[in-house]
């Protein structure tokens, strides 16, 4: 990482999950451990992911956590005064409901020569509709260039490339947009608090209105092969790849911290 970034204030860490949490899709116990770490520290901690509500209700009931964000932004998670747990969606539930029925109806239309198959965990899915292409599906780049492409035609979808899904849903939210959301509703930060005490770590395009919002982002090292097409980029990138790279990251803010107490 680049020695110019200094987090030694920052009190927010938002982070990706699949392939930046996660290392060859598991969750390794040194990235865990680190994030208990970070967290003991009094950092606020806000997984960001494209992954379903099924999954964003288990982080938040496990892991060392304040929040969660889940389906690209459609919904936030967060603790009440007594640790009960209340959703924020965009829109209205029951309006994520009807958009994403008719995401599905578009799909099964679609002519394309070969077969989609849905994420496994789209039963799970509150808001937006996912496509698995490199999870336990296998499809080529120019196969996922033809799915976006037909999909581009619908113009009020909204769609969204992970490491191993293809995000759509409908609205104009964002996982940008719903972190600055939450951080103004739920922790009153001002846009300049915002610039200044968040830091993000992710891995792919997806990530992009979160690289664009806050200046203090880290991509790990398995970000590269996708920065050509990627207009709004990290600030600086890890040496290692994934999980590995958000242990150091971890490490560099801790010693910025210490050091900064000193």
């Given at each position: 990482m680049?020695?110019d970034?200094?987090?030694?204030?920052?009190?927010?860490?938002?982070t990706d999950?699949?392939?930046?949490l996660?290392t060859?899709g598991q969750l390794?116990p040194?990235?865990?451990?680190?994030?208990?770490?970070?967290?003991?520290?009094g950092?606020?901690?806000i997984p960001?992911?494209?992954g379903?509500?099924?999954?964003c209700?288990?982080?938040?009931r496990?892991?060392?956590?304040?929040a969660?964000?889940g389906?690209?932004?459609g919904f936030?998670?967060?603790?009440?005064?007594e640790?009960?747990?209340?959703?924020?969606?965009?829109?209205?539930?029951?309006?994520?409901h009807?958009d994403?029925?008719?995401?599905l109806?578009?799909l099964?239309?679609?002519?394309?020569g070969f077969d989609?198959?849905?994420?496994?965990?789209?039963p799970?899915?509150?808001?937006?509709?996912?496509?698995?292409?490199?999870q336990?599906q296998?499809l080529?780049a120019?196969?996922v260039?033809?799915?976006t492409?037909?999909?581009?035609?619908?113009?009020?979808f909204?769609?969204?490339q992970?490491s191993?899904?293809?995000n759509?849903w409908?609205?104009?939210?964002?996982?940008?947009?719903?972190a600055?959301?939450?951080?103004?509703?739920?922790?009153?930060l001002?846009?300049?608090?915002m610039r200044?005490?968040?830091v993000?770590v992710?891995?792919?395009?997806?990530?992009?209105?979160?690289?664009e919002?806050f200046p203090?982002s880290?991509g790990?090292?398995n970000i590269r092969?996708h920065l050509p097409?990627?207009t709004?980029?990290p600030h600086?990138?890890?040496?290692a790849v994934s999980?590995h790279?958000?242990?150091e990251?971890?490490?560099h803010?801790l010693?910025q911290?210490?050091?900064a107490?000193?």
């Amino acid at each position: 990482m680049t020695p110019d970034l200094d987090l030694s204030q920052c009190q927010y860490l938002f982070t990706d999950v699949d392939d930046t949490l996660t290392t060859g899709g598991q969750l390794l116990p040194e990235t865990f451990a680190a994030l208990w770490q970070l967290h003991h520290q009094g950092v606020r901690i806000i997984p960001i992911t494209g992954g379903c509500a099924g999954w964003c209700d288990q982080i938040i009931r496990t892991w060392p956590v304040d929040a969660v964000i889940g389906e690209s932004g459609g919904f936030y998670i967060h603790r009440d005064a007594e640790r009960r747990l209340q959703w924020q969606f965009w829109e209205s539930r029951e309006q994520h409901h009807i958009d994403k029925t008719s995401i599905l109806a578009t799909l099964k239309q679609l002519e394309l020569g070969f077969d989609i198959h849905l994420a496994r965990d789209q039963p799970f899915r509150l808001v937006d509709v996912a496509i698995d292409y490199n999870q336990d599906q296998r499809l080529s780049a120019d196969q996922v260039e033809r799915i976006t492409q037909h999909l581009m035609k619908q113009t009020d979808f909204r769609i969204k490339q992970s490491s191993i899904h293809i995000n759509i849903w409908r609205g104009d939210f964002s996982k940008g947009a719903m972190a600055e959301r939450l951080l103004r509703n739920h922790y009153h930060l001002s846009d300049e608090q915002m610039r200044q005490r968040v830091v993000f770590v992710g891995d792919a395009p997806n990530d992009e209105s979160m690289f664009e919002r806050f200046p203090k982002s880290v991509g790990v090292a398995n970000i590269r092969p996708h920065l050509p097409k990627m207009t709004h980029q990290p600030h600086s990138i890890t040496q290692a790849v994934s999980g590995h790279g958000v242990v150091e990251l971890i490490n560099h803010w801790l010693t910025q911290r210490s050091n900064a107490r000193d």
